[in-house]
């Protein structure tokens, strides 16, 4: 499955983005889908993941009340809305496909996007 993630940019401390990541190649309702993030100089670190229905999140600690997924099967999309963004929150952000629910660790995701790059300013 390929993937195909948009929706960065630039934005101020407290501000809103919302990312998509198109799915092609694959039936998408066979995957859960995650969200994860590299900052300059670390590693790539979970966000968010969803499970294959959409009727369930599981969401690292650091984005828990700001950060929120969604997909739309039919439209084979998955969005990640973040609210009240920081400037740590300033990464590139990569969608995945996963086999496994809930699952944090990457090494459980198969296929990647190519990232989207988020920065916060203060």
């Known amino acids: 499955v390929q993937l195909q993630a948009s929706g960065g940019g630039l934005v101020q401390t407290g501000g809103s983005l919302r990312l998509s990541c198109v799915a092609s190649g694959g039936t998408f309702s066979n995957y859960v889908m995650g969200w994860f993030r590299q900052a300059p100089g670390k590693e790539r670190e979970f966000v968010i993941a969803i499970n294959w229905s959409g009727g369930s999140t599981y969401a690292a600690d650091s984005v828990k009340g700001r950060f929120t997924v969604s997909r739309d099967n039919a439209k084979n999309t998955v969005y990640l809305q973040m609210n009240s963004l920081k400037p740590e929150d300033t990464a590139v952000y990569y969608c995945?496909?996963?086999?496994?629910?809930?699952?944090?660790?990457?090494?459980?995701?198969?296929?990647w996007g190519q990232g989207t790059l988020v920065t916060v300013s203060s």
């Open positions: 995945a496909t996963g086999s496994s629910y809930p699952a944090a660790d990457l090494r459980t995701y198969a296929s």
